[in-house]
């Protein structure tokens, strides 16, 4: 299948019934061109682990925003050592110290927010983006996220044309809960993004 090729309104409407194991593997037949990204956020665990099942060698892109806590970077060992993931890891140009001497860190209304986010998540995902020219690029987004993800779905297309594919798009936090809990997957509960900031606010990389 070319993707140029595909009807996104046609295959949304039929992906829409499918099992997030089925769009991923439905997926995974267009084009050996693929990612998937992480922050290694609440549910990374579900995306990832589905993810390994289908492609253990698929390239995994964590934009490290070098302001995790450590509950995150013990999270995202865990995932990494248990499932062998193939991490392909981009940080801020800038040290951490160096942003903050020179940037700061910034609250919403600050001027120098959005020099904060360019610095810290929104040039180095354009770089893995440059190096890596993915054709298929598999997310966590979800409905109800955000105003802006609202507007998407199981497939949409980046500014690039790159085709985005959410499995678990239609999911609560509730069903996410119980498959945690069914299937013994960890849970990241101190994950805080520094650019998303705010619950209902888009992080940048899905406006790219």
Not at 33 to 40: L, P, R, W
Not at 64 to 69: F, G, Q, S
Not at 153 to 181: A, C, H, M, N, R
Request: charged residues 25%.
């Amino acid at each position: 299948m070319i993707l140029e090729n595909i009807d996104i309104d046609y295959w949304n409407a039929k992906l829409k019934s499918k099992a997030p194991n089925e769009i991923i593997q439905w997926a995974m037949g267009l084009t050996n061109n693929k990612i998937v990204t992480t922050s290694f956020g609440v549910y990374s665990a579900i995306l990832l682990s589905n993810m390994a099942k289908h492609d253990p060698k698929i390239k995994v892109v964590w934009c490290d925003t070098l302001y995790n806590d450590l509950e995150t970077y013990e999270h995202a060992q865990k995932l990494i050592d248990t499932y062998g993931l193939n991490i392909h890891k981009y940080q801020p140009l800038l040290s951490r110290e160096e942003i903050e001497a020179t940037i700061g860190l910034p609250n919403l209304e600050d001027d120098n927010f959005k020099a904060f986010s360019e610095a810290v998540k929104l040039e180095p995902f354009r770089r893995a983006l440059n190096e890596l020219q993915p054709e298929v690029w598999f997310t966590n987004i979800r409905v109800r996220q955000t105003e802006y993800r609202d507007k998407k779905d199981i497939l949409s297309l980046s500014k690039d044309g790159i085709l985005k594919v959410s499995p678990f798009y239609y999911w609560s936090d509730q069903e996410l809960d119980q498959y945690l809990e069914e299937n013994q997957l960890p849970k990241n509960h101190g994950y805080f993004d520094p650019v998303k900031a705010l619950k209902n606010r888009e992080c940048g990389i899905h406006l790219q």
